[in-house]
């Protein structure tokens, strides 16, 4: 929401650019879904949000620049940013196709906008330095939280020096919270980054590796059909015989049988997230036999709702 502030008042513009999938907190503007096509503007998915509001928000479909310049074209000169999750996490785990990302920054850059990564879910997590890191991709504002609280409530959000400028006390564009900086957060958020190391990192990719690999050779023996999307310590099983690139690919699934197998799972010990829609975490707790025993049960419960 303050990075969205920050970027209307720098470009002086009122619309957003989003990618329908990708979530950025509830505040009025990010609770929009697409209509009948990449360029319709935003409808209300919430009750409370009004109309209004939700029409200064542009859709576009994720890992489709043709969809971002198809919106841009109707609304040439008034989005002031796009805000996107460089690794989505939210319509389950889909990453980036090749140049997406660069070409989000080109599209920027051309047509005077500013580009926002949320890093809510890859930041720390995806690299040290995030997904901007691993791709090279450097957005003008970013948006953190999670692991910067030590898993405490916190949010927050930095960028370009002139932009940060623009934020009071220094600037013009208001900005409060009762918690902000939270001396018990900040403390707990400070332990956890000292604990990340490139050894944890290498650790959490082999063990995604290994676990993306052996829910896919589970439901493969099961005859069930998915599709697993996995980065580094990240990944969801997609109940689908189709690829998912984005949000219209994500709901090819068969919610109700992730829901059989995610009963399946509880009941063999294993609590994975209760959405077919959620992203998976490895965390530095998890050990190769926590990942043995997971992929185990994964093949009992292929085989309980084949």
């Known amino acids: 929401m ?12 009122d619309r957003i650019l989003k990618f329908a999938g990708c979530y950025h907190g509830h505040a009025d503007s990010f609770l929009v879904q697409a209509g009948s ?3 319709t503007l935003g409808v ?17 479909r994720y890992n489709d620049l043709a969809s971002v310049e198809t919106a841009l074209a109707s609304h040439r000169g008034e989005i002031a940013a796009i805000i996107v999750e460089p690794i989505a996490g939210n319509m389950g785990v889909v990453p980036p196709r090749d140049e997406f990302l660069r070409g989000l920054r080109a599209i920027c850059d051309r047509d005077g906008m500013l580009l926002i ?4 879910i890859s930041g720390f997590r995806a690299a040290a330095g995030g997904a901007q890191q691993v791709f090279g991709v450097r957005p003008d504002l970013t948006c953190l939280g999670k692991i910067i609280g030590g898993g405490l409530p916190v949010g927050a959000y ?5 932009l940060m ?5 220094a600037g013009p564009v208001y900005q409060a919270g009762t918690l902000s900086g939270n001396p018990l957060a900040m403390t707990a958020g ?3 980054l000292t604990e990340l190391s490139p050894k944890l990192y290498r650790r ?5 590796s290994r676990l993306a690999a052996g829910l896919a050779d589970a439901a493969r023996a099961a005859a069930v059909p998915l599709q697993v999307n996995a980065f580094g310590s990240l990944m969801t099983p997609f109940f689908t015989t189709e690829p998912v690139r984005d949000l219209q690919s994500a709901l090819t699934a068969d919610a109700r049988r992730y829901g059989q197998f995610f009963q399946a799972m509880l009941a063999r010990g294993i609590y994975a997230p209760p959405s077919q829609f959620e992203a998976w975490f490895l965390s530095g707790s998890h050990t190769e036999r926590d990942i043995e025993q997971t992929v185990k049960a994964a093949r009992a419960a292929f085989k309980a709702i084949s």
Do not use: M
């Open 2 to 13: 303050s990075a969205i502030r920050v970027a209307r008042a720098a470009a002086r513009r």
């Open 37 to 39: 096509g990449a360029t």
């Open 44 to 60: 209300p998915t919430s009750p409370g949000v009004p109309a209004s509001t939700a029409a200064d928000t542009v859709l576009a």
């Open 117 to 120: 990564f949320d890093e809510v």
């Open 158 to 162: 930095g960028g370009r020096r002139n």
């Open 165 to 169: 400028e623009l934020v009071s006390p």
């Open 190 to 192: 400070l332990w956890s």
């Open 204 to 208: 959490l990719a082999k063990l995604g």
